[in-house]
T-cell receptor, first 114, second 111 residues
Framework: NAGVTQTPKFRILKIGQSMTLQCTQD?????MYWYRQDPGMGLKLIYY???????DKGEVPNGYNVSRSTTEDFPLRLELAAPSQTSVYFC???FGGGGTYEQYFGPGTRLTVT | GQNIDQPTEMTATEGAIVQINCTYQ??????LFWYQQHAGEAPTFLSY????GLEEKGRFSSFLSRSKGYSYLLLKELQMKDSASYLC????????????FGTGTLLAVQP
């Protein structure tokens, strides 16, 4: 099992460019999440999905979009990148929702917008 | 509102015991998680508490008091590899029904 994989590991974007962060999990988990982590701040939820075809906003969704066409994949789209989107992005998955199931995290994508 | 408080940094000595505290205020509560995060890496799951009391897992133990909104992570026989950030996270089953993370406690283990 590879677990949760993310690509790319690093990326530098110019202001106004767009990109897609890829996330794939091979654990057959229903729930998937996107977080961003800024220095000195806790992980903030951007979007989440409870299954293929179902997505919902988290705490900080502005400037991002997601889709979930398969159980395995949950890409995060950044449109019109802004310096405020400079962050480390983590994808995570869990078997179920609620407070019972631990989340498994991918290695992260370090994004710089200049 | 939702709030999770942890100390920002702690220092401890190899072989010693350290306790990392976490207090929380959330609209609901469906469980508390501790994650370990080494610099530049992803968080990894350490422990889970949903009922009051102590959960022990090898060198790591976690305690929960729901009435006090309080948890701690206890690390025994500290090793250099335990130098990492420790994240407290609460599943808020109320308004948000999401996992809310604290800012993390950066633990430095010294020889």
């Amino acid at each position: 099992n590879a677990g949760v994989t993310q690509t790319p590991k690093f990326r530098i974007l110019k202001i106004g460019q767009s990109m897609t962060l890829q996330c794939t999990q091979d654990m057959n988990h229903n729930y998937m999440y996107w977080y961003r982590q800024d220095p000195g701040m806790g992980l903030k939820l951007i979007y989440y999905s409870v299954g293929a075809g179902i997505t919902d906003k988290g705490e900080v969704p502005n400037g991002y979009n997601v889709s979930r066409s398969t159980t395995e994949d949950f890409p995060l789209r950044l449109e019109l990148a802004a310096p405020s989107q400079t962050s480390v992005y983590f994808c995570a998955s869990s078997f179920g929702g609620g407070g019972t199931y631990e989340q498994y995290f991918g290695p992260g994508t370090r994004l710089t917008v200049t | 509102g939702q709030n999770i408080d942890q100390p920002t940094e702690m220092t401890a000595t190899e072989g010693a015991i350290v306790q990392i505290n976490c207090t929380y205020q959330t609209s609901g509560f469906n469980g508390l998680f501790w994650y370990q995060q080494h610099a530049g890496e992803a968080p990894t799951f350490l422990s889970y508490n949903v009922l009051d009391g102590l959960e022990e897992k090898g060198r790591f133990s976690s305690f929960l008091s729901r009435s006090k909104g309080y948890s701690y992570l206890l690390l025994k026989e500290l090793q250099m590899k335990d130098s990492a950030s420790y994240l407290c996270a609460v599943w808020d089953g109320g308004a948000t029904n999401k996992l809310i993370f604290g800012t993390g406690t950066l633990l430095a283990v010294q020889p």
